[in-house]
């Protein structure tokens, strides 16, 4: 059975890093069917948001979400800032001035 997963490639490296891991996953024989959405400035670019409606409401696309899943990274926020998670939950923050 087909999934459905929304990609977002984002901005800088994302476009190409998120190209190469979809090629990765067609090589492997994954069975997704891709909602390719937008995010940053392509998105400003395109429809004059950075983070569109269509982007942030993927319950408005699927009757049933399993799993959500935003990266963004900075860097050396693996060796600093705070940390917590439960269950459902993992939250690494970092403050960069």
Do not use: H
């Amino acid at each position: 059975m087909t999934q459905t997963v929304t990609v977002i490639p984002g901005d800088g490296i994302g476009p190409e890093v998120t190209e190469a891991t979809l090629k990765i996953l067609k090589a492997a024989g994954a069975d997704f069917e891709y909602d390719m959405q937008l995010a940053g400035m392509s998105a400003l670019e395109s429809v004059k948001s950075p983070l569109p409606d269509a982007t942030v409401v993927p319950g408005g696309r699927y009757d049933d979400i399993d799993l959500v899943l935003i990266r963004e990274n900075t860097e050396g926020l693996y060796g600093t800032g705070s940390m917590s998670w439960s269950w459902r939950t993992c939250l690494a923050i970092s403050s960069a001035t």
